[in-house]
């Protein structure tokens, strides 16, 4: 079991940056591949970026490739989303999951793929 806690939104305004940080329990946690995932309203929950287990490998949503990178220290128990160059239509409740296929290097982009979630953090850019 895996308990998430999202911290870092806020208001910024266009072209600004975020640091988003996801502190997991538990002693497992640089067992799980991570991912953060972000619903604007009115529309579905959509993929932004993840990390293998190990921090090897990464991948992102091609909205946010060269502005945003995930990173992890598993000796924190953390995971981090920086953002840079943030746009409007970046605003969206961002939220960090734990994938259940621990010790995988596979990166799942799907919201179904991943067993664990945080509340969340609201991330507002302003134009």
């Known amino acids: 079991q895996v308990q998430l806690v999202e911290s870092g939104g806020g208001l910024v305004q266009a072209g600004g940056s975020l640091r988003l940080s996801c502190v997991a329990s538990?002693?497992?946690?640089?067992?799980?591949?991570m991912g953060w995932f972000r619903q604007a309203p009115g529309k579905e929950r959509e993929f932004v970026a993840a990390?293998?287990?190990?921090?090897?490998?990464?991948s992102y949503a091609n909205s946010v490739k060269g502005r945003f990178t995930i990173s992890r220290d598993n000796a924190k128990n953390t995971v981090y989303l920086q953002m840079n160059s943030l746009k409007p239509d970046d605003t969206a409740v961002y939220h960090c999951?734990?994938?259940?296929?621990?010790?995988?290097?596979?990166?799942?982009?799907?919201?179904?793929?991943?067993?664990?979630w945080g509340q969340g953090t609201r991330v507002t850019v302003s134009s």
């Open positions: 999951a734990a994938d259940g296929l621990t010790y995988s290097n596979m990166i799942r982009t799907r919201p179904t793929s991943y067993d664990y």
């Open positions: 990390i293998s287990w190990n921090g090897g490998s990464t």
């Open positions: 538990g002693r497992t946690f640089s067992s799980y591949p």
